[in-house]
């Protein structure tokens, strides 16, 4: 059975190139263009591992990985950020 992923990125033209490379691969890929989708879909799907997108409309990035960790449901997700942002305090915010 293929692992799933959950691709949270509000660029379409980003996510279907994660998309592409991903099912290649063999994984099972499951968009979300936002935050609130992103969470609703984790939930629905409760995926392998979830792509996030730091910088989403709505809720941000951080925002849906700090709801998601509080989810008993979804805490145990592993989840990889994906960002432009290279200071270092967004890195810090990010393994926080």
């Given at each position: 059975?293929?692992?799933?992923?959950?691709?949270?990125?509000?660029?379409?033209?980003?996510?279907?190139?994660?998309?592409?490379?991903?099912?290649?691969?063999?994984?099972?890929?499951?968009?979300?263009?936002?935050?609130?989708?992103?969470?609703?879909?984790?939930?629905?799907?409760?995926?392998?591992?979830?792509?996030?997108?730091?910088?989403?409309?709505?809720?941000?990035?951080?925002?849906?990985?700090?709801?998601?960790?509080?989810?008993?449901?979804t805490k145990?997700?592993?989840?990889?950020?994906?960002?432009?942002k290279a200071?270092?305090?967004?890195?810090?915010?990010?393994?926080?």
């Amino acid at each position: 059975m293929a692992k799933k992923v959950l691709v949270v990125e509000d660029d379409s033209n980003i996510a279907e190139l994660l998309r592409l490379y991903l099912e290649k691969d063999g994984f099972d890929v499951f968009l979300a263009a936002d935050g609130g989708e992103g969470i609703r879909r984790a939930q629905e799907l409760q995926p392998d591992l979830i792509l996030l997108d730091i910088m989403l409309p709505g809720l941000s990035g951080l925002e849906v990985c700090k709801q998601l960790k509080r989810n008993p449901n979804t805490k145990d997700i592993p989840i990889i950020f994906l960002t432009a942002k290279a200071e270092e305090i967004d890195k810090v915010l990010g393994l926080e």
